[in-house]
C-alpha cells in the first residue's frame, strides 16, 4: 500500500515548464512501477509517462516525447514529472499512480490501484 500526493501543477504560459512532484508514503516506493495520467474535462483520463521500479526505463504517450520527462528518486519516495515546451493541450488534472496490475499494459489506467488526488496544469496560449 502507498499513498500519494502530488504538487506543482499551476498556471504556465505556453512554451513555458513545469516540474510535477509526487510524495509518497506508506509501502515501499522502491516496488512499484509509476506513472503519470491526466484528465482534461470531458476526456478520458490519459496515460502520460511510466517508468520502472529503478528508474532505468521511461515510457511515454506519443505527444508528449521529447517535451516531459519521468523520473523518480526512490531514496525520497518521490516521482517527478519536468514538463517543458508546455502547450495548451497539455491543460488537465495531473495524477501520479502506482501499478499493481502487472499483466495489463503501462497505459491503461486500471493497472495502477493507487491514486494521488490530482494537481491542476493549465497552460494559457
Known amino acids: 500500500q502507498v499513498q500519494l500526493v502530488e504538487s506543482g501543477g499551476g498556471l504556465v504560459p505556453a512554451g513555458g515548464s513545469l516540474r510535477l512532484s509526487c510524495a509518497a508514503s506508506g509501502r515501499t516506493f522502491s516496488r512499484y512501477f509509476m506513472g503519470w495520467f491526466r484528465q482534461a474535462p470531458g476526456k478520458e483520463r490519459e496515460f502520460v509517462a511510466a517508468i520502472n521500479t529503478s528508474g532505468s526505463f521511461t515510457y511515454y504517450v506519443d505527444s508528449v516525447k521529447g517535451r516531459f520527462t519521468i523520473s523518480r528518486d526512490n531514496a525520497k519516495n518521490t516521482l517527478f514529472l519536468q514538463m517543458n515546451s508546455m502547450k495548451p493541450e497539455d491543460t488537465a488534472v495531473y495524477y501520479c499512480?502506482?501499478?499493481?496490475?502487472?499483466?495489463?499494459?503501462?497505459?491503461?489506467?486500471?493497472?495502477?490501484?493507487?491514486w494521488g488526488q490530482g494537481t491542476q496544469v493549465t497552460v494559457s496560449s
Open positions: 499512480a502506482a501499478r499493481i496490475i502487472l499483466t495489463s499494459t503501462y497505459r491503461e489506467p486500471g493497472g495502477y490501484g493507487y
